[in-house]
């Protein structure tokens, strides 16, 4: 299989710009500047002609909407199918508002979503200038002490990281990603500072040891974060922790070997509909031989990633936040137990129907 890779900054080049994430009245304000940048990682595959772009950004979401334009585009331009673009976010709290046209404080700005649409196109057309043969090793291990099921003290949530690289004909590893179930959400609401945050910052500190940034793919984190074992919410902590898990993923043992030798997607739909709320919900699945990835546009409870990982024929890659964004999706045992819950207009049970379609679709793809 041929793959290729891009990496861009996505921070705002104008002075004054506003935040996304945690309904903070500070994201009324102005941000205070750029802590450090955010950035966009993609990732293209190729096989026999078919096409996968993945453009991973550190954004909290991607609007469903924007996701069909881009898709439209794409396909329009590159002749891109319109099933095979993902548009996936690290789920980043103190993010740019800027590209969000539906975000209750209505900062959008047309200028910057211009911008962002040029990136997605430049970062394909980029990733298709330095296509190679390439061959994929992956590596997993279960990282405990920096998160956890978030509503359960104590208790572990989708603990294992997986990080998958790709060497070209040389033996070199030159693009990859790291696939963990947590929310990227270390500073507090309070902040006022633009920042990677949480996966971003780990992004640039893999970096030294994987020799390029790998994507940061976030799976099932809907009952997933570090609220029970962070120790502040502070930079000072953005760093302990950032520092800490890329030391845990650089020591994780990458020489499985994968087969990748095809693509294949499936898009599945899903409807839910009560007297109160209706959603025609999208997922899908992509085979690529010894990979399956799946993308859902929202929060999956972890379990369900456990339960995807278990069931799967090969190895699955959960994709998270993915092309919009419907909400949590929890197991029916953890309704009325916490906010996401009590809040979600996803009627009890639904998720476990969504799941089941999904391994079905796992099971026959090939």
Same mark, same amino acid.
Do not use: C, P, W, Y
């Given at each position: 299989m041929n793959v290729g890779c891009a990496r861009h900054c996505l921070s705002p080049q104008k002075k004054e710009f506003y935040l996304i994430g945690f309904r903070s009245p500070n994201r009324m304000e102005p941000s205070s500047g750029i802590h450090d940048d955010i950035f966009c990682n993609s990732l293209l595959f190729e096989q026999d002609g078919k096409q996968v772009f993945l453009f991973s950004a550190d954004y909290l979401e991607f609007e469903e909407s924007m996701a069909e334009d881009v898709k439209t585009l794409m396909l329009e331009k590159y002749g891109l199918e319109r099933d095979c673009l993902l548009l996936a976010a690290t789920h980043d709290h103190s993010s740019v508002v800027s590209y969000h046209k539906g975000w209750y404080t209505g900062k959008f700005d047309q200028d910057y979503y211009d911008f962002l649409i040029d990136t997605i196109c430049q970062s394909y057309e980029e990733c298709l200038a330095n296509l190679r043969p390439a061959t994929a090793k992956l590596g997993k291990k279960e990282i405990l002490g920096y998160y956890g099921n978030r509503n359960h003290p104590g208790e572990k949530a989708d603990n294992e990281v997986i990080v998958v690289k790709f060497f070209d004909e040389k033996g070199n590893a030159f693009a990859g990603l790291v696939n963990w179930a947590v929310h990227s959400t270390v500073i507090s609401g309070d902040n006022t500072w633009m920042t990677g945050e949480w996966a971003g910052n780990v992004c640039r500190k893999l970096k030294a040891s994987m020799g390029f940034y790998p994507a940061m793919i976030v799976g099932t984190a809907g009952d997933c974060?570090?609220?029970? @074992?962070?120790?502040?919410?502070?930079? &000072?902590?953005?760093?302990?922790?950032?520092?800490?898990?890329?030391?845990?993923?650089?020591?994780?043992?990458?020489?499985? @070997?994968?087969?990748?030798?095809?693509? &294949?997607?499936?898009?599945?739909?899903?409807?839910?509909?009560?007297?109160e709320f209706h959603l025609d919900a999208k997922a899908w699945v992509f085979s690529l031989g010894g990979l399956q990835l799946f993308a859902f546009p929202g929060e999956l409870g972890s379990a369900f990633g456990i339960q995807i990982k278990k069931e799967c024929p090969v190895q699955a890659i959960i994709s998270g936040y993915t092309n919009g964004y419907y909400e949590y999706f929890l197991p029916a045992t953890e309704y009325g137990l916490s906010f996401e819950t009590e809040n979600s207009p996803i009627p009890k049970g639904e998720p476990e129907k969504l799941i089941e379609k999904l391994i079905q679709v796992s099971h026959s793809i090939d």
């Open positions: 974060s570090n609220r029970n @074992e962070r120790q502040g919410k502070d930079f &000072a902590e953005l760093e302990r922790v950032s520092a800490g898990m890329a030391a845990e993923i650089s020591a994780i043992d990458v020489t499985q @070997e994968v087969t990748l030798d095809h693509i &294949a997607v499936q898009t599945l739909f899903h409807t839910i509909h009560t007297k």
